[in-house]
């Protein structure tokens, strides 16, 4: 049966919203607030000294171990179920403050938090445990300066985002396809107004059929299924979070009819929306 789970929004967290940051210390604080499921509308970076558990990110399981950093991005959905000691830090960030990050970085949040998880060693855990003491400590200060603040919160980015560079080689591949990570951030903008690989193609100035042999190429997926992932993964989130009825999905995603919309769905993930609402 159909419910709708909450967005939390930064409020929920003692959070102030000319400032764009909150910190938790996860002991203290994090274990009280909501397990249901639930989407936010900031970016949550948290880093996990020890733990146990399952976190749940848009439909994908993953296991929970010691010196781990797992991300969320604004309007994915997830839930955690953690060992009850659960000890490390939870930075939030506003989409507002977050954007005056990004220019720093070579790609896109999409790409780079792609690997919503991502396991350290003993030195990479070291290094960013203590820029998050370090940012702790400069927030409890009675005399706070945001620009240290902010700088500091940048530093920790630009290291995960290095971090995830080293770790993951399809991001080290993507950065010389600049053609690549064109077509996935404009299929992330674009996916529920256009549909089709020309229009993408048009963008970019290259032909249908060579952005298909270059998706095939660097990403090992077709050129359509790119925007066919990311209808789907949108008509879950929507499937599970909102009171819209299917219909009301069907035109959201940019489908003329509840008929296309459901056919659609059920070539992809085996069941048809109703189904998979149902399961849920």
């Known amino acids: 049966m159909n419910q709708e789970f909450p967005v939390l929004e930064l409020d929920n967290f003692y959070f ?16 009280n607030q909501i397990t249901i499921p639930h ?27 010691d010196r781990q950093f797992h991300i969320l991005l604004p309007e994915q959905v997830h839930h ?37 998880v991502i396991s350290l060693t003993d030195e990479a855990f070291h290094v960013f445990e203590q820029e998050f003491q370090q940012l702790d400590l400069e ?16 530093l920790i980015i630009e290291l995960l985002a290095r971090q995830l560079s080293e770790a993951f080689t399809d991001l080290e591949a993507l950065k010389s396809n600049p053609v690549i990570v064109n077509y996935l951030n404009l299929a992330d903008e674009f996916y529920k107004q256009e549909k089709t690989v020309a ?6 100035n290259i032909t249908p059929n060579y952005l298909n042999i270059l998706c095939k190429r660097h990403i090992k997926v077709s050129a359509i299924h790119v925007i066919q992932n990311r209808v789907i ?25 509840l008929a296309n919309f459901s056919n659609f769905f059920k070539s992809k993930t085996g069941l048809s929306p109703r189904d998979f609402r149902q399961k849920l």
């Not at 102030?16 to 274990?31: F, V």
């Not at 659960?86 to 970085?105: A, D, E, H, P």
């Not at 229009?199 to 970019?204: D, V």
């Not at 599970?240 to 489908?255: D, H, R």
């Open 199 to 204: 229009f993408y193609a048009g963008k970019l």
């Open 139 to 154: 927030m409890k200060r009675d005399t706070l300066h945001w620009n240290i603040i902010h700088l500091r919160c940048k």
């Open 39 to 65: 989407k936010h509308d900031f970016y949550l970076f948290f880093l996990i000294r020890e733990s146990s558990g399952t976190h749940t990110i848009d439909f994908t399981g993953h296991k929970v171990a």
């Open 80 to 116: 955690w179920d953690l060992s009850a000691d659960t000890k490390g830090y939870q930075l939030m960030i506003s989409k507002k403050v977050f954007q005056t990050f990004t220019g720093s970085l070579y790609f896109s949040p999409v790409l780079y938090f792609n690997h919503p």
């Open 16 to 31: 102030n919203d000319l400032t764009g940051i909150c910190l938790l210390d996860h002991e203290l604080r994090g274990n």
């Open 233 to 257: 993964l949108e008509s879950k989130r929507l499937l599970q979070v909102s009171e819209m009825n299917i219909k009301e999905i069907a035109y959201t995603l940019g489908f003329d009819d």
